[in-house]
Structures are given as structure tokens and as C-alpha cells.
């Protein structure tokens, strides 16, 4: 049985993978999609030159056969301008994810990076798709745009949810801080206690030891040593006291009758 934080981070991370899935597949499609308009463009312009009884006819129609480019002045312009612009914010929201490099979102786009929540992305993801599916595109960019809109909802309700705390949440480096800090501080305090007294200790024994050496340094063990030592009071003689086997002092007792 997991502790509920461990859900909570498996979760947000499930929901950051397929963010990133999205993200990728917004990008392929989008790739796929401008290069179908470029050749639906190509054979539109080649349509139009070899056939002048038709090219009235080609004009009256809103958007070219195959395509999503609007027929219009610089309509191709715009069109291959409007995917380039969606690949590069693509790539900017899957970097935001993966959380390189961090230090670049915190200071130029802190709405992407890890003081803010998962709702800006979540709009960003909004959209992007409905950008996309606003206009009529094949079925591989309509599939990844309605999985990049629903995902970019579902990150606005974790946004409201878990608000600036989301990324943290599920962090990686936040789980791996939170794992080394189960330890309990006491332990260390009192490893550090130990330690300091074992050291002042060691320090005081050797001090004393360096004075009695100074003291004595010189003297060695003969009788100049004995003599400097009785003169300082070093040396001091037992009390007299006689075994216990001794007899007591009977001279307070009475004497014996003749």
C-alpha cells in the first residue's frame, strides 16, 4: 500500500507523459499537414496555367481543393506561417514538461515554469488544438488535436486543483528531498553531542597529560624527583594504623591483683 503522495505523483507524471505524447503528435501532424498544403498550393497554381477556360471557376471557391490554405492574398503565406508558429510553440510546451531548461522558464516564461501551477499550460494546450480544429484537416491532426485539447482541460482542473504546488508535486528531485528527509534529526544531534565530547575529552586528557609532563620534565625517577616532589606536597605519608590482628592498648585497664 502506496502512501497517498505517491499517488498524487504517480498521477501528475501519468498526465505529464501523455501531455508530451500530444505535444509530439501536434507536431508530426502539423509537419504532415503544411506539407499537403504546400503540394495542394503547387497544383492549384499548375491548374490554374494550363487551364485559363477554368481559372475563373478555381477562383470562387473560399479555401484550395485539398488544403487548409484560404484562397486569398497571401493566403499560402499565412497557412504555412500558422504551422510554423504551432510547431514552435509545441516545442515550447514539450521542453516546459520535461523541465529543460528550467532556469530559462523561471526567469523569461515564468508561466511555464516551477512557480506556477499546470493551468497556463493547460490554455496553451486549449488553444492550440482549437486552432487546429477550427479549420478542415485530415484525420491524423484531427485525432491529435482533440487529444491535445482534452488534456489541456484536464490540466486546468489539476491547475485549480493542486495550483502552484503541481509541479512540485511531481518533481522528481522534490520525491528524491522528501526520501532523504525520513531520517529523524534527534539521532544526528545526539551522534554530534557525542562525538563533540568524546573530542573535548581527548583534548583535556592530553592537556593535563602535556602539564604533568611539564611538572615533572627532567627530574626522571631518583631522588631528585622524590626531593622536588615532597617539597611541592606530591608525596604525602600514610596514616599509622596497626593491623587488625594487633592486640588493643589494654592501659586503660585495671591492673591484675598480686
Known amino acids: ?62 479555401y484550395i481543393a485539398d488544403s487548409t490554405v484560404p484562397n486569398q492574398p497571401a493566403g499560402a503565406f499565412w497557412a504555412v506561417l500558422n504551422r510554423l508558429l504551432i510547431i514552435f510553440q509545441v516545442i515550447v510546451l514539450i521542453l516546459s514538461e520535461i523541465g529543460w531548461p ?18 497556463a499550460l493547460g490554455v496553451m494546450q486549449c488553444l492550440i488544438g482549437a ?34 504546488h503541481a509541479k512540485t508535486k511531481r518533481s522528481l528531485t522534490s520525491w528524491r528531498e522528501q526520501a532523504k528527509g525520513i531520517l529523524p534529526p534527534p539521532v544526528q544531534r545526539a551522534a554530534s553531542s557525542s562525538s563533540t565530547l568524546f573530542n573535548s575529552s581527548l583534548f583535556s586528557e592530553k592537556g593535563a597529560g602535556n602539564e604533568r609532563k611539564g611538572r ?30 594487633a592486640p588493643r592498648n589494654r592501659a586503660s585497664s585495671p591492673p591484675a591483683s598480686a
Open 1 to 62: 500500500m502506496l502512501p497517498p503522495r505517491a499517488y498524487v505523483f504517480l498521477g501528475l507524471n501519468g498526465v505529464r507523459v501523455l501531455s508530451i505524447i500530444a505535444c509530439l503528435l501536434v507536431f508530426s501532424s502539423s509537419i504532415v499537414t503544411m506539407v499537403h498544403d504546400v503540394e495542394a498550393v503547387n497544383d492549384f497554381v499548375a491548374a490554374g496555367k494550363s487551364n485559363s477556360t477554368n481559372a475563373d471557376s478555381l477562383l470562387v471557391c473560399d
Open 102 to 119: 528550467l532556469s530559462f522558464f523561471n526567469r523569461f516564461f515564468p508561466v511555464l515554469g516551477s512557480d506556477f501551477g499546470l493551468g
Open 131 to 164: 486552432a487546429i480544429l477550427s479549420h478542415h484537416v485530415d484525420d491524423f491532426a484531427l485525432v491529435s488535436a482533440f487529444f491535445l485539447f482534452s488534456l489541456g482541460c484536464l490540466n486546468i482542473l489539476l491547475g485549480l486543483i493542486f495550483r502552484e
Open 216 to 245: 615533572f620534565d627532567g627530574y626522571g625517577f631518583g631522588r631528585q624527583a622524590e626531593k622536588k616532589a615532597g617539597l611541592k606536597d606530591f608525596i604525602t605519608r600514610p596514616v599509622e594504623t596497626l593491623p587488625r590482628y
